[in-house]
């Protein structure tokens, strides 16, 4: 038998860089309310949003992304011919295929680094990051770009009450690559698919299609969630696994500094920190309350937000989890760049 | 086995942690939304925690029927047999 050979990474992975991007249309809960029927205290009771971002037609997933790709290599000190691997996850890059991944990788002017999509939704991000550290320590990528990235407002229904306020858009990135101390914990993640249906994609496209005999809505399938039954998993069974990742990753809750949920509803976030009894210096992510809640970009957008606020340092040590459709989960704990 | 008024008592003490009512107001003829202002989102809060204090389960489909306190506190009964 022919021996095959082998290669090895790094022994460590860290964040190397975070970069952000904020699309620029400002929409305060005014501008939401009438076609849901709403109120401005509602929505903030409901889930401690006061604005959102929303994109501009120009502000597409792949411009979006791009930008905060640029400002996370620059935060790393790394020309884009050095990344490796273009990992984006998102749920509304509206073009099934070609992955947007490999646009995004060309016109960062990578050299012709290996590109591709995500789909574990709003858990999308913790799963790149956990890819891209795996990448790194095994030799397969030196530098990995993780981009978060979504257009949400393309696949909302304005007028439902349980969407309409909470969805918006935006993008975020990080660069993972090798170092010599560990900056990345080990990943916890999973899936229950027997609650498949409890966030998703209205219909399949074959439906929107349709056929001769059988006409399609001919209407984008937007996205429709259980508000309630989601709260409840998010809630508990999330805040279960964002204490094993630190089990997992031997970091005392007391030595934590920062806890960066997915930023889906503020409410959740605030049961969250109840159910694992965080301690008070702990500094909890809360970017939703002017942001609105852009899936699988939350993350590196709320790390942001600590940062240009002076919330998060270089060398704190952050917990992020992320949950969402599927459902989907992930959590790591990570050194922050 | 716990007396209706335990129940209620330790009741009270998870409405006033999750949705910071006054536990004295948690009374048996109150309306978790309407006298206690207590949303769909604590109620979930507190059917949880309730879960794991009095060890039932309680259903999401059962919630909407747990108005008052009362109710609750007459469904831990039966549910802890």
């Known amino acids: 038998m022919t021996r095959i050979g082998a290669v090895t990474g790094g022994p460590h992975a860290a964040i190397l860089g975070l970069?952000?991007?904020?699309?620029?249309?400002?929409?305060p809960n005014a501008d939401v309310i009438e076609a849901i029927n709403s109120s401005d205290e509602w929505i903030q009771q409901r889930s401690g949003i006061k604005q959102r971002r929303w994109a501009t037609p120009e502000e597409t997933v792949q411009m979006m992304s791009v930008a905060a790709s640029r400002q996370a290599l620059e935060r790393?000190?790394?020309?884009?011919?050095?990344?490796?691997?273009?990992?984006?996850?998102?749920?509304?890059?509206?073009?099934?295929t070609p992955a947007v991944a490999t646009a995004i990788a060309h016109e960062l002017g990578t050299d012709q680094a290996a590109a591709f999509d995500i789909s574990a939704a709003c858990a999308g991000f913790c799963h790149g990051v956990a890819l891209a550290a795996d990448m790194v320590r095994a030799g397969s990528a030196r530098h990995v770009l993780v981009i978060g990235v979504e257009r949400l407002t393309d696949i909302t229904d304005l007028a439902d009450r349980g969407t309409a306020f909470i969805f918006a858009d935006g993008a975020g990135a990080m660069v993972v690559g090798p170092s010599d101390e560990p900056g990345i914990g080990p990943v916890v993640w999973g899936s229950d698919g027997e609650q498949f249906d409890l966030i998703r994609q209205r219909e399949d496209w074959r439906d929107v299609v349709g056929?001769?005999?059988?006409?399609?809505?001919?209407?984008m399938p937007h996205l429709v969630m259980q508000g309630n039954p989601?709260?409840?998993w998010a809630s508990f069974q999330m805040a279960k696994v964002a204490q094993q990742a630190l089990d997992r990753a031997g970091v005392s809750i007391d030595d934590l500094d920062l806890f960066v949920p997915h930023q889906a509803n503020m409410r959740i976030i605030d049961a969250m920190a109840r159910s694992m009894k965080l301690p008070p210096h702990v500094r909890i992510a809360r970017d939703i309350a002017e942001q609105g809640n852009t899936s699988a970009a939350s993350i590196p957008l709320a790390l942001d937000r600590m940062y240009a606020e002076g919330d998060a340092r270089s060398g704190d040590t952050a917990l992020l989890v992320a949950f969402g459709a599927g459902l989907a989960y992930a959590a790591q704990v990570v050194t922050v760049p | 086995m716990a007396t209706t008024e335990e129940i209620r008592a330790d009741l009270a003490e998870i409405v006033n942690e999750v949705a910071g009512v006054d536990a004295d107001d948690v009374e048996m003829d109150k309306s978790f939304v309407d006298d206690l202002?207590?949303?769909?989102?604590s109620m979930v809060e507190v059917v949880v925690a309730a879960e794991e204090k009095f060890g039932v389960t309680i259903p999401d489909d059962e919630v909407k029927n747990l108005k008052t306190v009362g109710d609750a506190v007459a469904y831990i009964e039966r549910a802890q047999g």
């Open chain 1, 19 to 27: 970069g952000a991007y904020r699309p620029s249309r400002i929409v």
């Open chain 1, 76 to 96: 790393a000190g790394l020309e884009a011919a050095q990344v490796d691997c273009v990992l984006v996850a998102t749920v509304s890059h509206l073009l099934q």
């Open chain 1, 211 to 219: 056929t001769e005999d059988s006409p399609g809505s001919g209407v």
């Open chain 1, 230 to 232: 989601v709260f409840r």
């Open chain 2, 37 to 41: 202002d207590v949303d769909s989102l």
